[in-house]
């Protein structure tokens, strides 16, 4: 661990937000750990100096011994609650895109190298819930802080404050800290299906059948699908539309273009961009995407959709 310079040390913000973030994971010792007596903590302290000027006032032996045994346990639970922390191992856990007005999840893998149990450890994050656990000796325990994610772009993880009042109560040992941590968010896909944009480029349809093609099986109907291909009989019972697909057949290519979207703002053309690049996957098309300074090839697959909602999430950021 480098030394902060001192400047750095007399810093008062450190006691609130932590140091610089780095890549973690993250150690705590007594550079990062700070202890300062709870309410109960201060109503203790109170109580010992009525105590103590009362064994004063009378002389009374037991009055001072009962007073030195309260502040002695109340001291040795300061350096427990130092203990109960000291030697954790912070570091981030596996991260998930989310789309915007979801949660993201935060996950953070706290590890106890130590021999001794931890008890009480609390995780506290501005805008997330306060998680609370005991960590086995030797064993690692993954806590999942949810955020949420209002706009597109990469979401970082804000400070993380580590506590606990072990054994007591009395004494509150806490840990800011700070990990470079991001989840990307996508663009919100709009609610509504909307039909594929159709341009000179879109391969639409397939190419006659012949007796030799085999049936395939079935996807969900997209709005511009030939009604040769439906299954009527499936909606006929009632159920979704769906196209019958043959292993002959072309896969049909979609073109999705900057141009296809005009007179919308930019969040809701990505909005809508989102919407198909997922309706698009979902039908097992292959589709391109185009836009201003970005332009990504014909694919289809998970890493080909994920390629397409990476670019629609960091379009002109």
């Known amino acids: 661990m480098t030394a902060l310079p001192l400047r750095e040390r007399l810093d008062l913000r450190r006691f609130l937000r932590g140091e610089k973030?780095?890549?973690?994971?993250?150690?705590?010792?007594?550079?990062r750990i700070f202890i300062l007596p709870s309410r109960s903590g201060l109503?203790?302290?109170?109580?010992?100096?009525?105590?103590?000027?009362?064994?004063?006032?009378?002389?009374?032996?037991?009055?001072?011994?009962?007073?030195?045994?309260?502040?002695?346990?109340?001291?040795?639970?300061l350096f427990y609650s130092y203990r109960n922390l000291s030697g954790l191992s912070v570091g981030a856990g596996k991260m998930?895109?989310?789309?915007?007005?979801d949660l993201a999840s935060f996950e953070l893998r706290l590890t106890n190298s130590a021999a001794l149990p931890r008890y009480g450890i609390e995780l506290r994050l501005k805008d997330a819930e306060a998680l609370r656990m005991d960590i086995?000796?030797?064993?690692?325990?993954?806590?999942i802080l949810r955020v949420p994610a209002e706009k597109r772009g990469w979401l970082e993880l804000d400070t993380v404050t580590i506590s606990t009042a072990f054994p007591l109560g009395i004494f509150y040992a806490w840990s800011p800290i700070n990990l470079k941590y991001k989840v990307l968010v996508y663009p919100?896909?709009?609610?509504?299906?909307?039909?594929?944009p159709r341009s000179e480029d879109d391969h639409v349809g397939a190419r006659p059948r012949n007796a030799s093609d085999d049936f395939h099986g079935f996807r969900a109907y997209q709005p511009g699908d030939p009604f040769k291909h439906i299954h009527w009989k499936s909606l006929a019972k009632?159920?979704?539309?769906?196209?019958?697909?043959?292993a002959g057949d072309e896969t049909e290519v979609?073109?999705?273009?900057?141009?296809?979207?005009?007179?919308?703002?930019?969040?809701?053309r990505l909005s809508?961009?989102?919407?198909?690049?997922?309706?698009?996957?979902?039908?097992?098309?292959?589709?391109?995407?185009?836009?201003?300074?970005?332009?990504?090839?014909?694919?289809?697959?998970?890493?080909?959709?994920?390629?397409c909602l990476e670019s629609l999430a960091l379009f002109d950021l």
């Open 188 to 196: 919100r896909p709009t609610q509504e299906r909307l039909p594929f």
């Open 272 to 307: 809508r961009f989102c919407r198909w690049v997922l309706d698009a996957e979902q039908a097992g098309m292959r589709y391109a995407l185009s836009l201003p300074g970005t332009t990504i090839a014909e694919g289809h697959g998970a890493s080909h959709c994920r390629k």
């Open 43 to 77: 109503a203790l302290a109170l109580l010992l100096l009525i105590q103590w000027l009362t064994a004063i006032n009378y002389g009374n032996n037991l009055a001072f011994i009962l007073t030195f045994l309260l502040a002695a346990a109340a001291m040795s639970s």
């Open 96 to 101: 998930s895109p989310v789309f915007a007005g």
């Open 21 to 31: 973030a780095i890549d973690g994971p993250v150690m705590l010792s007594h550079r």
């Open 238 to 246: 009632g159920r979704d539309p769906v196209i019958k697909q043959y």
């Open 136 to 143: 086995p000796p030797e064993g690692t325990v993954s806590a």
């Open 254 to 268: 979609l073109h999705l273009n900057w141009t296809d979207t005009k007179g919308l703002d930019t969040e809701a």
